[in-house]
C-alpha cells in the first residue's frame, strides 16, 4: 500500500515563503508522477503543480506560475513544493499525489492513484 505523507505546512505572513515535502513509502516512488493540488474552505480542488517521474517535466497551475516551484528526490522518495510570495488567496490544505502514469504532469485530480493526508497552509494578510 502506498503512503504520502506531507509536512512543511503552517503560518506564514505575505510575501514570505514556505517548503512542503510529502514522503511516500511502499510503493516504487520513482515510477510515479507526481502533484500537488490545494483545497480552500468552500473552494473545490484546485490544481497547483506536477512533475513527472525523471523531473524532467514540470506543470504549474496559472494562480501559481512563477511563484511555487516543484522538485523531486527519487533518492529519497519525496517531492517538495517550494512556495515563495505567498498571497492571502494561497490559504488552503494542500495535499501532495501520485500517479501510477508516470511520463504524464497530470492537472486533473481523479486521475491520481494514491493521496496524502494534506497539510494546512495558512498566508496571514
Known amino acids: 500500500q502506498v503512503q504520502l505523507v506531507e509536512s512543511g505546512g503552517g503560518l506564514v505572513q505575505a510575501g514570505g515563503s514556505l517548503r512542503l515535502s510529502c514522503a511516500t513509502s511502499?510503493?516504487?516512488?520513482?515510477?510515479?508522477?507526481m502533484g500537488w493540488f490545494r483545497q480552500a474552505p468552500g473552494k473545490k480542488r484546485e490544481f497547483v503543480a506536477a512533475?513527472?517521474?525523471?523531473?524532467?517535466?514540470?506543470y504549474y497551475g496559472d494562480s501559481v506560475k512563477g511563484r511555487f516551484t516543484i522538485s523531486r528526490d527519487n533518492a529519497k522518495n519525496t517531492v517538495y513544493l517550494q512556495m515563495n510570495s505567498l498571497k492571502f488567496e494561497d490559504t488552503a490544505i494542500y495535499y501532495c499525489?501520485?500517479?501510477?502514469?508516470?511520463?504524464?504532469?497530470?492537472?486533473?485530480?481523479?486521475?491520481?492513484?494514491?493521496w496524502g493526508q494534506g497539510t494546512q497552509v495558512t498566508v496571514s494578510s
Open positions: 499525489a501520485a500517479d501510477r502514469t508516470p511520463y504524464r504532469p497530470v492537472v486533473i485530480g481523479a486521475a491520481y492513484d494514491y
Open positions: 512533475i513527472i517521474w525523471s523531473g524532467g517535466s514540470t
Open positions: 511502499g510503493g516504487t516512488f520513482s515510477r510515479y508522477a
